[in-house]
C-alpha cells in the first residue's frame, strides 16, 4: 500500500450572501489576506500568489487549475472542508457541486468542520471566528455586544435530519471521484468531540443508510483531540493541534493573556516539524493517519494574537515531508492530511506565490515520484 497525500481544501473563496452580511460586502478569504501587514521586521506578509491570481471559486475553470496542478505534483486528492449547519443552512457548498457536476480531474472526500460560526466577542462554544481582524470595524446599527454573537448555529437535529443530510451527500458519495475505502465512502469530522454521542448515532445511522444505497458502510475519521472523542480512524491535524489536557490548558492560559496582551506567539519550523516526525515514528496507533503543514501563519485574520511559524523554506518542507510520507508508507497508513492546499489566511498553502513560486508542489512531486 502506498500511501495517498491528501491536501485540505477550503472553499472560502468566493462571495455568498452570509459573508457580505457577517463582514461587508465581498467579504472572502482574500480580504484578509490582502489587508494583511507585517507585524514586526521580516514577518512576510502580505502573501501574494503567484501572478496576482486572486481566484473565486464560483467559477469551474479555476477549480479545473488547481486540480490540475495538484495532481500534476503528486496530490492524490482533497479533504474539502463541509460546512452543513443544520437542514436549512449550509454555506459554501458551490465548489465542491460545481466539481460534481463538471469531469474535473480530482479525486475529493469531504471534512465537516461541525460547530457553528459565532462573532470575536461570542462566548458560544464549538465556534468558528472566521474573521477577528474585521470583527471590530463592522458597522452594523443592529449589533450590540448583548447578543450571543451567533452567525450561523450547528443543529445536527434528529434522525430525519441526518437523513436530509445524508441524501445530499450521497450523490458525492456515488461519484467515482469520491474518495472510498474498501467501498465505502470516507468521511471526516473536525470537530468529534462536539456533542459525541449524537455524532456516534449519527456515524451508525449513516452506515445503514450507505448499505442500503450499495456501499459496504461508511468509513469515518475525526481528528485527533484531548478526550480521545474518536470514530472509526482519526486524523493528525498539523501543526498546532492540541492533543491531550496539558496542551489544551496551556493554549487556554495564552489565548487568556492574549485578549488584555495580544502578542504573535512565535514558533520554530524545525521544531514543530521534528516534533510531528517524532510522534510518527512512536505510534504503535495503527488507526491515526499523520497530518504534516507547510507553513503556518493566520495573522491575516487575527492579526497580533495570531500563531506564527517561522524559518520554512521549501528545501526544509521537503526534506521533512520525505520523512514522514516514509514512516506512513512504513506503517502502511494509507492516506496523509497535508495543510493545506489553499488556507491562504493561515499561511498554509501548497498554491505558487511570488516568492516560492511552485516549489512546495516540486518537492511533493519529487516525494511521490521516489
Known amino acids: 500500500m502506498i500511501t495517498k497525500i491528501i491536501a485540505n481544501y477550503l472553499p472560502q473563496f468566493h462571495e455568498i450572501p452570509e459573508n457580505n452580511c457577517f463582514w461587508g460586502k465581498g467579504y472572502t478569504d482574500w480580504v484578509a489576506v490582502k489587508k494583511s501587514v507585517p507585524l514586526f521586521e521580516g514577518h512576510n506578509q502580505p502573501r501574494v500568489p503567484e ?20 495532481k500534476e505534483n503528486g496530490i492524490y486528492g482533497f479533504g474539502i472542508y463541509h460546512y452543513w449547519f443544520s437542514s436549512e443552512l449550509q454555506l459554501l457548498e458551490k465548489p465542491s457541486e460545481i466539481i460534481l457536476e463538471s469531469d474535473i480531474d480530482i479525486n475529493f472526500m469531504f471534512i465537516w468542520d461541525n460547530g457553528s ?8 462554544k464549538r465556534g468558528n471566528d472566521w474573521a477577528p481582524a474585521f470583527d471590530e470595524n463592522i458597522k452594523d446599527v443592529n449589533r450590540n455586544r448583548t447578543d450571543d454573537g451567533m452567525l450561523a448555529e450547528l443543529k445536527y437535529g434528529r434522525k430525519p435530519d441526518w ?28 470537530q468529534p468531540d462536539n456533542d459525541y454521542e ?20 461508511m468509513f469515518f475519521i475525526s481528528k485527533n483531540n484531548y478526550q480521545n472523542a474518536n470514530l472509526d480512524y482519526k486524523f493528525r491535524y498539523e501543526p498546532l493541534s492540541v492533543n491531550n489536557k496539558k496542551e489544551l ?16 506567539r512565535i514558533y520554530d519550523y524545525d521544531l514543530v516539524w521534528k ?12 488507526k491515526q493517519f499523520f497530518g504534516g503543514f507547510v507553513g503556518f501563519d493566520d495573522s491575516p485574520r487575527r492579526g497580533r494574537k495570531a500563531k506564527i511559524i517561522l ?17 506512513s508508507n512504513l506503517q502502511e497508513k494509507e492516506f496523509l492530511f497535508l495543510t493545506a492546499w489553499n488556507e491562504w489566511g493561515e499561511g498554509a498553502y501548497l498554491e505558487p506565490d511570488t516568492i516560492d513560486g511552485d516549489k512546495y508542489l516540486k518537492a511533493i512531486k519529487r516525494i511521490v515520484e521516489k
Open 51 to 70: 501572478n496576482l491570481f486572486y481566484y473565486s471559486l464560483n467559477s469551474e475553470e479555476n477549480i479545473q487549475w488547481q486540480a490540475k496542478l495538484a
Open 249 to 264: 490548558w496551556i493554549s487556554r492560559l495564552q489565548n487568556a493573556k492574549n485578549k488584555h496582551f495580544p502578542v504573535p
Open 198 to 217: 449524537t455524532v456516534l448515532n449519527m456515524c451508525e445511522y449513516w452506515k445503514v443508510l450507505a448499505k442500503e444505497n450499495g456501499f459496504d458502510g
Open 117 to 124: 460560526w459565532k462573532r470575536t466577542w461570542s462566548n458560544v
Open 163 to 190: 437523513k436530509i443530510h445524508f441524501d445530499y451527500l450521497l450523490k458525492f458519495f456515488k461519484d467515482n471521484r469520491y474518495i472510498k475505502k474498501d467501498n465505502c465512502p470516507v468521511f471526516g469530522f473536525f
Open 275 to 286: 516534533r510531528i516526525i517524532n510522534n510518527a515514528q512512536n505510534t504503535r496507533d495503527q
Open 311 to 327: 524559518g520554512q523554506t521549501p528545501d526544509k518542507f521537503e526534506k521533512y515531508l520525505s520523512a514522514l510520507y516514509k514512516i
